[in-house]
């Protein structure tokens, strides 16, 4: 695959590795106030140029691409400061518009059910952009151009499972009765939460565990659980021991990722700021995007390795 991660190079899961606590940044990476985040920020100029300060959530696709977006903007000849860790979507995006970050990734689909609290969802990717850079736009912020990847909540059942109970879509779990589903404990309330995917589905006879991100998969293999929330970026579908229901009232909507940066920025740090990171969006396919997250979550390499990888492979670095 010609944009694909290196052979060491998965994907990661949304849970931290353990090495990551070795880190000189560890400290203040771990704190999720936004008042402990301006206590780890830091401004400096070494080439005229304001240093960029980018920012990532709190689970290992984050880590991996604001891992890309430093690298390869250092290769390119910016000053960059990368906060990993910050935490939830409201979290990150206060520090953003406070002005204690310049950019982070986000999903956009995010945006527009977490963040602008919208009551419909669009029918298309495209649509989902357009709408949210819009409403981002109104906040003094923008958004450059999305990757081809997405990652999107969805629900998977073990395949004995589905062909036992006749399921395709979400709305077949009805046939299956009483069923145990697992979901991870931030993701019980609000948009693309749990209680409203139930009452959208009417999935009344269903009972909820909760269980940490990753640990979802295990608990299918084991029985513990009959459904559970996962992303579909995970490297554990690639081994196609899982089936994915179908969302056909679009629940989940659509989640491509861009970075979302304060207007200003691409103004002070010229327009090869914005084609660096364009250029590594247009390679994070869905294939490429498992595999480096496979490469954390499971074969343990930091996400600056297998972020180092990625762009050398690619000619980025």
């Known amino acids: 695959m010609a944009n694909a991660a290196p052979a060491t190079g998965r994907r990661p899961l949304r849970r931290p590795p353990a090495r990551r606590s070795s880190r000189a940044l560890a400290g203040c ?3 999720v106030s936004l008042a402990a985040l301006s206590g780890c920020s830091a401004v400096s100029e070494t080439t005229g140029k304001p240093t960029v300060v980018i920012g990532a959530k709190e689970f290992t696709e984050q880590w991996i691409i604001g891992e890309l977006y430093k690298q390869a903007l250092t290769h390119a000849g910016y ?3 990368l906060k990993s860790n910050i935490g939830s979507t409201t979290v990150i995006d206060g520090a953003l518009t406070s002005g204690q970050i310049d950019l982070y990734p986000e999903y956009t689909g995010v945006i527009l059910q977490v963040l602008a609290r919208s009551r419909t969802v669009p029918h298309s990717a495209a649509a ?6 819009a409403y ?3 906040r003094g912020l923008t958004m450059l151009p999305p990757t081809p990847f997405q990652n999107r909540d969805a629900i998977a059942v073990k395949p004995a499972f589905a062909k036992k109970h006749g399921l395709r879509t979400i709305s077949d779990l009805k046939k299956a009765g009483h069923v145990v589903f697992a ?3 931030d993701n019980m309330e609000g948009a693309l939460g749990y209680r409203d995917m139930v009452k959208a589905y009417g999935l009344h006879n269903t009972e909820v565990k ?6 979802q998969y295990s608990a299918l293999d084991h029985g513990q659980v009959e459904a559970a929330d996962v992303f579909t970026t995970d490297p554990q579908l690639a081994r196609g021991g899982y089936t994915l229901l179908d969302d056909t009232k679009g629940y989940y909507g659509f989640q491509n990722v861009a970075p979302v940066v304060r207007k200003g920025v691409q103004e002070k740090q010229g327009p090869e700021f914005a084609r660096t990171l364009n250029k ?3 390679l994070l396919t869905d294939q490429a995007v498992r595999e480096m997250n496979r490469a954390v979550d499971t074969v343990r390499l930091a996400p600056s390795e297998v972020a180092a990888k990625f762009l050398k492979a690619n000619d980025i670095s």
């Open 79 to 81: 000053n960059v400061e």
């Open 280 to 282: 590594v969006d247009a």
């Open 183 to 185: 979901e991870y404990p």
């Open 29 to 31: 990476l771990a704190l």
């Open 210 to 215: 909760t269980l940490n991100i990753g640990l």
């Open 128 to 133: 989902t952009f357009q709408q949210a850079k």
């Open 136 to 138: 981002e736009e109104t």
